[in-house]
C-alpha cells in the first residue's frame, strides 16, 4: 500500500477543500493484488497565514496562522490484480491563532474510487504502465460549506476521471504523469443571496469543475521495502470568481495551485504487514485559496483476506 498526498479536497476547503489518498491511490502506479486488503490511517498538519486573494499573496491579520488537522482512515482492496477499490472518510478540524471566528471539527467527505490498470508491458530493462481512475465523493456530514476557510470542505458532490502513467527501470527509479478532470456539482448555502460577478438570489451555489495535474520522479531502494518520490501537483479551476477584497472566500471561487512535495514510505516486510509512510507538500503559487505548507504521517497494514 502506498500514499500519495494529492490535498485537492483538504486544499481547496481551507480557503477555497484532500483528498488524500494512500494506499495504492487513485494517482500512483500501484495495484493490490487479488484478494488483499491495506487498511490505512495517516495524520496531516497543515498551515498557513498567507493567501492569495485572486493572485495577490496577502496577509490576514484577522486570522492570524490558519491550521487544518484531518485524521483519514483508508481502505484499498484488490477485486482482482487489475482492479482496484479505494473507499476514503476523513476527520477534520480547522482552528485560527486570531479572530473571533471560531474552528470546526467533524466528517468530511466520503470517498469512493475504482482503479484500473490498462497495459502493463515489461521491457528488458524497463516496464510500461498505464492506469484509469474512477472517483466520487459526497459530503459525510451536514457541514457548512459556505464557512471559508474554516469550512471542512466545499460540500458538493464530486466525480473524477484520471489517466495515469509510469515508465519504471529494472532497478528501481520510476517517472509517472496523470492527468483528471473533477466534475463538482452544487452546494447549499445559510443565506438566500450572494454576490459572485453579479447578484444571486438563492442559496445554491455552483462549486467550478477543476483539472488537476501531477508529474512525479521516485525509485525503490532496499529490495523494494522503501520508496521515495518528489512530485510538482498542479490545479486549475474552469469556472468560478475571485475573492473579493477584505471579504471571505466562498466556494464559487476560482482555485488555482502548484506544489511540490516529497513522500516516502518503508515497508518492514516486503510481501505485506506493517508500513509507515511521511510527506510533505508545499504551495509556491495559487489562487483564491491559502499558501499551505503541510506535514502527514501514517501507519499501513497490508494482508491476504481472500
Not at 485560527?96 to 530493462?125: C, P, R, Y
Not at 472517483?135 to 457548512?144: G, I, R
Not at 512525479?216 to 475571485?242: H, M, P
Not at 476560482?254 to 508545499?282: C, E, I, M, S, T
Amino acid at each position: 500500500m502506498n500514499f500519495n498526498s494529492k490535498f485537492l479536497g483538504l486544499l481547496l476547503a481551507g480557503l477555497g477543500m484532500i483528498q488524500l489518498a494512500i494506499a495504492q491511490t487513485p494517482i500512483d502506479g500501484l495495484m493490490m493484488p487479488k484478494g488483499e486488503i491495506c487498511i490505512a490511517v495517516v495524520y496531516e498538519d497543515a498551515n498557513w497565514d498567507h493567501y492569495w486573494e485572486g493572485t495577490y499573496l496577502r496577509t490576514n491579520g484577522n486570522i492570524g496562522t490558519f491550521s487544518r488537522k484531518m485524521l483519514m482512515p483508508m481502505i484499498v482492496g484488490g477485486i482482482s490484480d487489475k482492479i482496484n477499490f479505494i473507499v476514503s472518510l476523513p476527520y477534520v478540524k480547522t482552528a485560527a491563532t486570531g479572530g473571533q471566528l471560531a474552528g470546526v471539527e467533524g466528517i468530511q467527505d466520503l470517498g469512493l474510487s475504482l482503479k484500473a490498470q490498462l497495459v502493463d508491458k515489461q521491457m528488458e530493462k524497463s516496464k510500461l504502465m498505464v492506469f484509469s481512475n474512477l472517483s466520487f465523493s459526497t459530503p459525510a456530514s451536514n457541514y457548512l460549506s459556505d464557512y471559508m476557510p474554516f469550512s471542512l470542505g466545499f460540500g458538493a458532490r464530486e466525480l473524477g476521471l484520471r489517466a495515469i502513467g509510469q515508465f519504471e527501470l529494472n532497478k528501481g527509479p520510476y517517472a509517472r504523469g496523470s492527468f483528471a478532470y473533477l466534475h463538482r456539482g452544487t452546494t447549499e448555502a445559510e443565506r438566500d443571496f450572494y454576490y459572485q460577478e453579479g447578484s444571486f438570489y438563492t442559496a445554491t451555489m455552483n462549486v467550478p469543475d477543476a483539472v488537476q495535474a501531477q508529474i512525479a520522479i521516485g525509485s525503490w531502494f532496499l529490495q523494494k521495502k522503501l520508496r521515495v518520490e518528489a512530485s510538482l501537483t498542479s490545479l486549475r479551476c474552469a469556472t468560478g470568481d475571485d475573492i473579493r477584497s477584505y471579504n471571505a472566500p466562498q466556494p464559487t471561487n476560482k482555485v488555482d495551485f502548484d506544489q511540490v512535495g516529497g513522500f516516502a514510505q518503508y515497508y518492514f516486510k516486503k510481501d505485506g504487514g506493517l508500513g509507515v509512510l511521511a510527506y510533505y507538500n508545499h504551495m509556491f503559487s495559487g489562487r483564491n485559496m491559502g499558501q499551505f505548507s503541510g506535514l502527514g504521517l501514517g501507519l499501513t497494514y497490508q494482508f491476504k483476506a481472500f
